[in-house]
């Protein structure tokens, strides 16, 4: 248990459905992201919450849509997802130091495995 | 582009000592990370490097040359559990973190 709880671990969705990733700290972090971890290429970050507020988006399609009401809790929902966006979504938290600069270390849940058909 | 690179496979003996390496062209570095991941597990924090030279950390130790562009992870006394992916990642000049695409080490007896 790193302090960071992924549901569910494991997930198959139809390209029609709706359905959300959850991810709860317990660490009291102040930051937390969202990753893509796909077989054999380096992690792609999707969004990052500091304080509660996005800061960042990458240019993720609208099929993906976060919300995080508080510090502890983070979502993502799906919908209309492409069998592209079959992969290993990781939520990581973080102490983010003031202004955004400084190296924090990310602490990881353990992924949902997301399957689209 | 910024790019890590880092080999996709490696394959070591129990009790033998294995090197990572990792190299960097990224703009701007504020500090290099090595995480491990066992499958199906979360990536784990190893080490961070900012300033040269080499950094133990246990079995473990992790070394970064700025004017190279290059880092790697020792691992020494190899055992079974060692047997994971080992992510290199740089803090860049704004610090976003640029990852590698990881290095899936398998020990064998």
């Known amino acids: 248990e790193t302090g960071v709880t992924q549901t569910p671990r494991h997930l198959v969705m139809g390209m029609t459905n709706k359905k959300s990733l959850k991810c709860e700290q317990h660490?009291?972090?102040?930051?937390m992201y969202w990753y893509k971890q796909s077989a054999k290429k380096p992690l792609e970050l999707m969004f990052v919450?500091?304080?509660?507020?996005?800061?960042e988006n990458n240019s993720v399609p609208s099929r993906f849509s976060p919300e995080c009401p508080n510090s502890s809790h983070l979502f993502l929902h799906l919908h209309t997802l492409q069998p592209e966006d079959s992969a290993l979504y990781l939520c990581?938290?973080?102490?983010?130091?003031?202004?955004?600069?400084?190296?924090?270390?990310?602490?990881f849940g353990a992924g949902s495995r997301l399957t689209v058909l | 582009g910024q790019n890590i690179d880092q080999p996709t496979e490696m394959t070591a003996t129990e009790g033998a000592i294995v090197q990572i390496n990792c190299t960097y062209q990224?703009?701007?570095?504020?500090?290099l990370f090595w995480y491990q991941q066992h499958a199906g597990e979360a990536p784990t924090f190893l080490s961070y490097?900012?300033l040269d030279g080499l950094e133990e950390i246990g079995r473990f130790s992790s070394f970064l040359s700025r004017s190279k562009g290059y880092s790697y992870l020792l691992l020494k006394e190899l055992q079974m559990k060692d047997s994971a992916s080992y992510l290199c990642?740089?803090?860049?000049?704004?610090?976003?973190?640029?990852w590698g695409a990881g290095t899936k080490l398998i020990i064998k007896p």
């Open positions: 919450y500091s304080l509660e507020e996005r800061v």
């Open positions: 660490l009291g972090h102040n930051a």
């Open positions: 990224t703009s701007g570095f504020n500090g």
């Open positions: 990581a938290s973080s102490h983010q130091t003031s202004g955004g600069s400084g190296a924090n270390v990310l602490t």
């Open positions: 990642a740089v803090l860049d000049s704004n610090y976003q973190l640029i």
């Open positions: 490097n900012v």
